[in-house]
């Protein structure tokens, strides 16, 4: 079975902490995604890559970045971590025309 | 840029009677389709897909969808729902050229009482 893992289940950060979560996925597929889910919004991208090095703004990259040093790994930097930021964060990939291959999340709470 | 309907935000429903959840889509160019759901604490596990071919598309646990063109719509359909359907349930839309981002529903929550 194909697996995106999410590092952390829960974290509990400060306000103005710089916050990495990171994302594994095993079945070497070349677009990787971070997503949050926040509720009544549904979920908004934040942001893509196509291959190892190459990333693309989503629709909210606002406080975020992102990092894809090798294909199996996309990782979410908040550089500065801010109360709005609290959210579920969600991290995907795919290959060709299937659907996503989801994580199970990174509840982020920062206080 | 697509954007995503789903018309009902939750739908209460009981056990062995049917459920249909609405979506509509807004887009200016080719389209997949998905629905996607979410159990309580999960990350999301993919439903159904249209990519092209026949228009009504048959998924896991009985699930079902109808792709039509004209009224821009996606609607998931299931004659008879268990417990264990409880869950909230995301209509997603890709552009055929868009590297595969999705454009999400605000999601529907389903609560199947017995």
């Known amino acids: 079975d194909v697996k995106v893992t999410q590092s952390s289940r829960y974290l509990v950060k400060r306000t103005g902490e710089k916050v990495f979560l990171e994302c594994v996925q095993d079945?070497?597929?070349?677009?990787m995604f971070w997503y949050r889910q926040d509720p009544g919004l549904g979920l908004r991208l934040i942001y893509f890559s196509y291959d190892v090095k190459m990333k693309e703004k989503g629709d909210i990259p606002e406080g975020y970045s992102v990092s894809r040093e090798k294909k199996e790994r996309f990782s979410l930097i908040l550089e500065s971590a801010s109360t709005n930021q609290t959210s579920m964060y969600l991290c995907?990939?795919?290959?060709?025309?299937?659907?996503?291959?989801f994580g199970s999340g990174t509840r982020l709470t920062v206080v | 840029a697509q954007s995503v309907t789903q018309l009902d935000s939750q739908v209460p429903v009981f056990e062995e009677a049917p459920v249909e959840l609405r979506c509509n889509y807004s887009?200016?160019?080719?389209?997949?389709l998905f629905w996607y759901v979410q159990y309580p604490n999960q990350g999301l596990q993919l439903l159904l897909k249209y990519l092209s071919g026949s228009t009504l598309v048959k998924g896991i646990n009985g699930f079902e969808a109808e792709f039509n063109k004209s009224q821009t719509s996606f609607h998931l359909r299931k004659p008879s729902v268990h417990i264990s359907d409880t869950a909230e349930y995301f209509c997603?839309?890709?552009?055929?050229?868009?590297?595969?981002?999705?454009?999400f529903g605000a999601g529907t929550q389903v609560v199947v009482t017995p």
């Open positions: 887009s200016s160019v080719s389209v997949y």
């Open positions: 995907a990939s795919r290959s060709g025309l299937n659907g996503y291959t």
């Open positions: 079945m070497d597929h070349e677009n």
């Open positions: 997603a839309v890709s552009e055929t050229d868009s590297w595969g981002k999705l454009q």
